[in-house]
């Protein structure tokens, strides 16, 4: 089974903010990985898939980069609807497995 | 348009059964993997298993194999999922999710049901 850290568990924020996510892997999974966004009583929300492609209709301030272990998640200017809780997931090897999570919160 | 509607909240005794819905709509069933994803009041999201609607194949996450059934019926586009011997850390929200990608080992889900609060107590 594939482990994964997220840091940091919580990052507060201002709107208009530049904040970075990291995810790490026990072991490496090419660019086998996603990002979705959850926000309080929803289902989670893709943002990113193969490490850094954007989903359809996922606003352009949002972008991923790394390969192998590394991963970061970007919002370039962070708007209020961003405020929420980040999931990093590797879909290389079987089962797959979402990180712990990192809540983005109002500063 | 493409959604995932799930079946409403349960509350079940220790020691039953539950079996949750999913009804797919806006696309066709039978071309994309459905996977089951739990959620526990305030924790993270874990994985239970897939199930290939065209074939009916699965594939289960080891902490629930022996507890866990997905099947589904082509004929309403709706895949389902049953946890038995149910305990109270079974107590979460149940996700299905659409995979798209089909990756090595699993995939990424990029449709999403509205989730399933499923309550064990006595």
């Known amino acids: 089974v594939i482990w994964m850290t997220q840091s940091p568990s919580l990052l507060s924020a201002s709107t208009g903010d530049r904040v970075t996510i990291s995810c790490r892997m026990s072991?490496?999974?090419?660019?086998?990985l996603a990002w979705y966004q959850q926000k309080p009583g929803k289902a989670p929300e893709l943002l990113i898939y193969?490490?850094?492609t954007l989903q359809s209709g996922v606003p352009s301030r949002f972008s991923g980069s790394g390969s192998g272990t590394d991963f970061t998640l970007t919002i370039s200017c962070l708007q209020s609807e961003d405020f929420a809780t980040y999931y990093c997931?590797?879909?290389?090897?079987?089962?797959?497995?979402f990180g712990p999570g990192t809540k983005v919160d109002i500063k | 348009q493409v959604q995932l509607v799930q079946s409403g909240a349960e509350v079940k005794k220790p020691g039953a059964s539950v079996k949750v819905s999913c009804k797919a709509s806006?696309?066709?069933?039978?071309?994309?993997?459905i996977n089951w994803v739990r959620q526990a009041t305030g924790q993270g999201l874990e994985w239970m298993g897939w199930?290939?609607?065209?074939?009916?194949?699965?594939g289960y996450a080891q902490k629930f194999q022996g507890r866990v059934t997905m099947t589904r019926n082509t004929s309403i586009s709706t895949a389902y999922m049953e946890l038995s011997s149910l305990r109270s850390e079974d107590t979460a929200v149940y996700y299905c999710?659409?995979?798209?990608?089909?990756?090595?080992?699993?995939?990424?889900?990029?449709?999403w049901g509205q989730g399933t609060m499923v309550t064990v107590s006595s």
């Open positions: 999710a659409r995979g798209f990608l089909g990756g090595l080992g699993g995939d990424a889900f990029d449709i």
């Open positions: 806006g696309y066709t069933f039978t071309s994309y993997d």
């Open positions: 199930m290939n609607p065209n074939s009916g194949n699965t």
């Open positions: 072991q490496g999974i090419s660019s086998y």
């Open positions: 193969a490490a850094s």
């Open positions: 997931q590797q879909y290389y090897s079987f089962p797959p497995t």
